[in-house]
């Protein structure tokens, strides 16, 4: 068995199903391996964003995660912007990076860099393979590293010799480092804090934001009045009827201060405290209120959904969560507007769907026109790194073949991985997507202004308009294999994503809506 | 005036005129001073690959940088491939990267990651700037870092308050260090080998593949025997008729064992010893023939045109260069192959052409075929990550206007970063752009049989193969703004290409040609 096979066998044996792949000369063992080993699935990306981001999607439906397939360094740094994004998102991904062989790397071949310094950008966790004997050891390794709470990009740097070389050995799944429980003394303290009847904010993210989490958060807020908030950017959040409803955290820093507004203590809860975006002249980014007291009930590392619970148990013995009521919008009607397209999918979105969200200002007035659509799942866009709704709606398709997966995308990002349309497309992915093209980096056109920049003239606007020539994504879809078609009324966009919905297989939709701002 | 004012005002002061951009949030006070400073053009890139990959084809052509607009290291991770190729085409690149405000780093936001450690893996120069006085001098010392000879990318960090804060102050340009002259002795030294009638093979790499650096390596050969060839992959070959032809070493190891067999000597001049793209099972990585001694004419930091010249004053006084005649393939006819489709470019390249190639496998018969036709420049692949065919295009295109503009581009290649085909509608450049569909990544096929990889099955294939679906070129052009066409016999190929170049602005013409191997 060669270096390649026992990696594989390891990585299947440790629950590793499915490797997102943009594989080139030095990886060609591995690709060769995999026709040995049952049960893994190997799926082609045309570039490596559509790798990463496919493997970020899902992990985070499939709750395990998945493997990539990079070549060297230029593969890792193409896919980097989308590992960013599953960093953020605290996702396990095994990120395995071909490499030249150990030998060949003194020649300095074009191909070669500097893959350690790259990936160690991503602050998780980086393994040279070294031996073949010990290649699935690393692996095994590797996969427990990524799942080691609360998730992170493990990457396994693999020299083709390593690779192809004889005497691989399987080796048997580790277990990864579990959440931390929450201390009692912690819990005891916050539940003081909340029974003291001073305004709180409780602001809670990561695991706390699946059904569990947001339900033991509904109660406490229901007790004791605390305002419960969902961090702005989460990995994955369950919404719709019977779920309770949490806000979320605004985006923009003026939202923040308005939903924070009265608050003396933050207590947060599988998150950090708010911060703002990106830095603005003259204003705060520490978006706490000011002297407000931060209290951590349960940090990153640790287990918040049972730190909720128990604090819940608490302050809420008796008090049932306040969960969504099913309802929908009306269908619209009339040319696509920024009020009215959400109120189509509000009204459309089917059972059990999963939402790719990456409509940026487009869909601000999103959460209001679907919190009592049936249950969904949210992936939100959790590192800032545009170009992650194409390739995780992706992943999650794969992930959940048997879900509908509604993608939400905007024409400034599309553009980044589009060619993630074509893997929906050969994987024949029950994805949906919904392109809102307004014709502009319109949240650029809003930044612009809030950043106080001056003297913005011609040269400033060009760089934020996406016109001239207009981008004709139902062509660019059709040229990746998928079908399309455009939408510019509600009664059109409500028609065709039926359809699209409706039948087997990937569907774009380009709504042209025009800018919200 | 604001410290991206003084920044730009430095960058223009230095002659740099071009910045290829993909802004955010935090380089919009970049992106506003574009309007206060004359004379400085932003080019507008839908993602980074497109971007740094223009800003190196522009520099090949300009022979001067251009500077590029990033955000935050995502944006650097998205331009990271085609930077790897640059920094092997040693081009001068101004890589500006925007970042959060100094005060905002220890926030941690969403956005933030270690851009030093990304930048740092291009082995060129990376500054940070720290205060808003000092940015213009920061500025001035990138240019000059950039145009260090050989060449190379200089990154420089820009922090948003660094850019909008008040007190920049423009400083005067910074002479850059020249490439350092070749010492006499050494001249002599390669002379008297050369006399010596023993084997040499003659390797010239980096600014000898221009012209000059051609004819002194022809003299040189025709004098001495000496058997000339240029490196596998130059950053700018000049080629074409009254241009002296010399053949490049291959890309396989097995071809460059034949070139090089019975040399006991090898020369190299600007470039480095030959070493195989990738390593193989039992085979070589030094691609030196066994017992062959190596000789450095020039390194790849020292003036190697001039070491060519006064080398050719010392073996071939008298001799004249061996300049390749002008003759162009008789147009071809019938279903394309890869045989044929190099012939009509052959038999139609117009004067003065410059050819972007990253045909890869269906290019290897090209060299043969446009010896003869008019003068041109071939830009390649010398970084080995794929995807820089197109943005280079439309570097190159903007650096001389003029010119027209060939990418010979593949199917596997292209979709890494399709969107530089927006930037060329939308600047009007022109740029041909013949696509080779193959629907495969061929040359992974053939690399796959090369490595000697076992149990290749479908699982394999799959990962190689690029139908399923089929991949409808014309379409994803045209909804990139520019007009496209499919090619499936010579005759077709010859009238479109003859129209494309005729007409002004971008065109694509998808050619079906089925794999070489």
Redesign the interface.
């Known amino acids: 068995m060669n270096g390649a096979q026992a990696l594989i066998r390891t990585l299947v044996d440790s629950g590793v199903e499915v490797c997102f ?1 943009n ?4 990886e ?2 591995f ?6 080993v049952p049960n893994m ?2 799926v ?1 990306g ?2 490596e ?1 559509a790798v990463t981001g496919a493997a970020d999607g899902y992990a985070r439906i499939a709750g395990k995660p998945a493997a990539t397939l990079l070549h060297l ?3 890792l ?5 989308n590992l ?2 599953a960093r ?1 998102a605290h996702t396990p991904i095994v990120n395995v990076v071909g490499d ?2 150990t ?2 790397k003194a ?5 070669e ?3 350690e ?2 990936a ?4 998780g966790w980086v393994r040279r393979c070294s031996s073949t004997a010990d290649v699935g050891a690393d692996a095994a390794a590797a996969v427990a590293a990524s799942q080691d709470a609360p998730g992170r990009v493990a990457t396994l740097i693999l020299p ?2 390593v690779s ?1 070389s004889d005497g691989g050995q399987p080796c048997a799944p580790v277990p990864p480092r579990r959440a931390k429980p929450v201390a009692d003394t912690t819990v005891k303290a916050v539940a003081e804090l909340l029974r003291t009847g001073e305004p709180v904010a409780l602001l809670i993210g990561g695991a706390a934001c699946r059904e569990r989490g947001l339900r033991a958060t509904s109660r406490i807020a229901a007790a004791t009045g605390a305002k419960p908030f969902v961090e702005t ?1 989460p990995a994955r959040l369950e919404r719709g009827a019977g779920v309770p409803v949490v806000e979320r955290l605004g985006y923009l820093a003026e939202q923040v201060a308005h939903q924070l507004e009265g608050s003396r203590h933050v207590v947060v809860a599988g998150t ?1 405290p708010p ?5 603005y ?1 003259g204003k705060a ?2 978006l706490v209120p000011e002297g407000a007291q931060v209290h951590t009930l349960a940090g990153v590392e640790e287990d918040v959904v049972a730190a909720l619970e128990e604090l819940a148990e608490l302050v809420a013995p008796g008090t049932e969560a306040v969960v969504s009521q099913a309802h929908r919008p009306e269908l619209p009607t009339g040319a696509l507007t920024p009020q009215n397209w959400v109120q189509v999918i509000g009204a459309s979105l089917p059972d059990g769907a999963i939402i790719s969200d990456e409509a940026n200002t487009s869909g601000l007035l999103l959460p209001g026109a679907t919190a009592g659509a049936p249950r969904h799942d949210v992936l939100t866009l ?4 545009i ?1 992650q709704g194409i390739p995780v709606a992706t992943g999650a398709a794969i992930a959940a073949p048997d879900r509908p997966v509604v993608n939400l995308e905007s024409d ?1 990002s599309a ?2 991985t ?2 993630a349309l ?1 893997t929906q ?2 994987e024949n992915l029950n994805v949906t997507t919904v392109l809102l093209n307004n014709r502009a980096y319109a ?2 056109r809003m ?2 202004q ?11 606007k ?5 016109s ?14 998928v079908p399309a078609s455009r939408a510019a009324t509600a009664e059109e966009l409500a028609q065709q994503f039926a359809r699209a919905v409706a039948e087997p297989g990937p569907h774009l939709i380009e709504a042209m809506v025009p800018p919200l701002l």
């Open positions: 792949s594989p080139g000369t030095s060609m063992h690709v060769a391996a995999l026709d040995t699935r190997g082609l045309l570039a964003g360094g230029p593969g740094g193409n896919g980097l912007a960013h994004n953020r030249h062989a030998y060949h020649y300095d071949a074009p191909l860099s500097d893959i310094a790259v160690g950008s991503l602050t083709a010799d192809w950017f950090r911060v703002s975006f990106f830095a002249p980014s520490d959790t590192g800032g790194a170009g400034g553009l980044y589009i060619s074509w497309a050969r949240i650029l930044e612009l809030r950043v106080g920049a001056e003297g913005s003239g011609p040269k400033a060009e760089l934020l308009d996406l001239g020539p207009d981008l004709d994504f139902v062509k660019i879809a059709e040229g990746m294999g």
